[in-house]
């Protein structure tokens, strides 16, 4: 069963440090998000992008925060540098959908990150 | 400010007994609704949804979910919880005019035998 792959599993780094989280879509989806989930809360979208394009970045810190999908399919997303109150689940999700709506989107198991 | 809320922030269940955990959401007209499961240090599985015509959704694992306008929820129904349903539930709805996934705080459940 096609699944979207994250890694690593569990990222621990020190505060200032950069650090960089992978995610491969489904095969065949346009659309992929970034979700960052801390913990005892529901998860909060990073960016959106479709194919290659960033079609919404608004809640992304874009002073600290990146993320790109250069060939539209898979995606990093960096840090740099690492703040304590960056520790959570980073999840990416893919869609199908085409339209921006994420009527249903598939979940990878997410990244851990631990920031001391 | 188009949102869910989920109420309870943690419910327990004895295994075999049925179960409903409570989803309300903001703003009058009919979102686009889900719920979806994590398990512990997993990613979201969806469970169901409702974009429209019957108010009563079925979902997998035996799971399912009646929208009622006129209260404004979207309950998630099992008649008889196993062992294995122990998780962290998420309610969650698309926003009218930006059309993203908005989800709310959750509700973990636990299962005693």
């Known amino acids: 069963e096609a699944e979207v792959a994250q890694s690593p599993r569990y990222k621990i780094t020190e505060k200032s440090q950069a650090v960089a989280f992978w995610c491969d879509p489904i095969s065949g989806h346009a659309t992929l998000y970034w979700y960052r989930q801390i913990l005892g809360q529901g998860p909060e979208l990073l960016v959106q992008?479709?194919?290659?394009?960033?079609?919404?970045d608004s809640q992304l810190p874009k002073d600290r925060f990146s993320a790109e999908r250069l060939k539209g399919v898979d995606s990093t997303l960096k840090i740099q540098p690492a703040e304590l109150g960056d520790s959570a689940m980073y999840l990416c999700a893919s869609s199908s959908d085409r339209t921006g709506r994420s009527t249903e989107a598939f979940f990878g198991q997410g990244t851990r990150l631990t920031v001391v | 400010a188009q949102s869910v809320t989920q109420p309870d922030i943690h419910i327990t269940v004895s295994e075999g007994a049925s179960l409903e955990l409570r989803c309300n959401y903001s703003y009058g007209a009919t979102p686009y609704l889900f719920w979806y499961v994590q398990s512990p240090g997993q990613g979201l599985q969806l469970l169901l949804k409702y974009f429209s015509g019957d108010t009563l959704v079925q979902g997998i694992k035996g799971f399912e979910a009646e929208f009622k306008r006129s209260q404004s929820s979207f309950n998630l129904r099992k008649p008889s919880v196993h062992w294995s349903d122990a998780a962290e539930y998420f309610c969650?709805?698309?926003?009218?005019?930006?059309?993203?996934?908005?989800f709310g705080t959750g509700t973990r459940l636990t299962i005693i035998p």
């Open positions: 969650a709805r698309i926003n009218f005019g930006n059309e993203k996934l908005t």
């Open positions: 992008f479709q194919d290659e394009s960033v079609v919404d």
